[in-house]
């Protein structure tokens, strides 16, 4: 069983469009995140949820909206994609929030023409 | 700001040699994780470190962490190919704040 998984893995698409990425945890973790790794393999965070409440929302375009239903699942819903927006997006669980160790997914990785 | 440096920032040896590659800051943790990342994959947890001047080894990697918890070294021996990827250091300070990756340290094995 994957601990951490996400759909799509890959996903291209056209500036100006809106797509979903979602991602789901068997682990029984209470915190979930969402990070971009961009060309240079800097990964930066964007969102932090902890019991499907926000605690971490970086300096991101609003375009990006995370909604988490329950604590096992957090998606990551983008409008109006724009070139920039290319990268891998890699979703992760930690036990709880704080600096526990985290479980990454296997990535998404977003290709907008 | 970026509260953890890593170096080098790329590494391309030859199999068989061997390798440092060091994480610092000039903040203290109280834990000090390494990962890493094959390449389509997402980064997984090889070692926690925790107290001052800890030694860990998983077969040919030893980490350690420096006796002040600002700095943290992973050396590898005899390094091959299956090594590649990019190895990221992650900082953790306090129960509030998640953890804090470094840029990475990117490696290449040659055959």
């Known amino acids: 069983d994957t601990a951490v998984s996400q759909t799509p893995k890959y996903l291209v698409t056209q500036m100006g469009n809106d797509k979903s990425i979602k991602c789901e945890q068997n682990l029984g973790h209470d915190t979930m995140y969402w990070y971009k790794q961009d060309s240079k393999k800097f990964l930066k965070i964007m969102f932090s949820?902890?019991?499907?409440?926000?605690?971490i929302n970086e300096t991101v375009p609003n375009r990006f909206s995370p909604k988490s239903p329950d604590k096992a699942h957090l998606n990551l819903h983008i409008n109006s994609l724009e070139l920039g927006d290319s990268a891998v997006y890699f979703c992760?669980?930690?036990?709880?929030?704080?600096?526990?160790?985290?479980?990454f997914g296997p990535g998404t990785r977003l290709t907008v023409t | 700001t970026q509260l953890l440096e890593q170096s080098p920032q790329f590494l391309s040896i030859q199999e068989g040699e061997n390798l440092t590659v060091y994480c610092n800051s000039s903040?203290?943790?109280?834990?000090l994780q390494w990962y890493r990342q094959e390449p389509g994959e997402g980064p997984v947890l090889l070692v926690t470190v925790v107290t001052g001047g800890e030694v860990k080894k998983l077969k040919r990697l030893t980490f350690q962490f420096g006796d002040a918890r600002k700095d943290s070294s992973l050396h590898i021996t005899a390094a091959q190919p299956g090594d590649t990827g990019l190895y990221l250091c992650a900082g953790g300070q306090s129960g509030n704040t998640p953890l804090v990756f470094g840029k990475g340290t990117r490696l290449s094995v040659i055959a």
């Open positions: 903040s203290v943790f109280s834990s």
């Open positions: 949820y902890n019991n499907k409440e926000l605690i």
């Open positions: 992760a669980s930690s036990q709880d929030w704080g600096p526990y160790e985290q479980y």
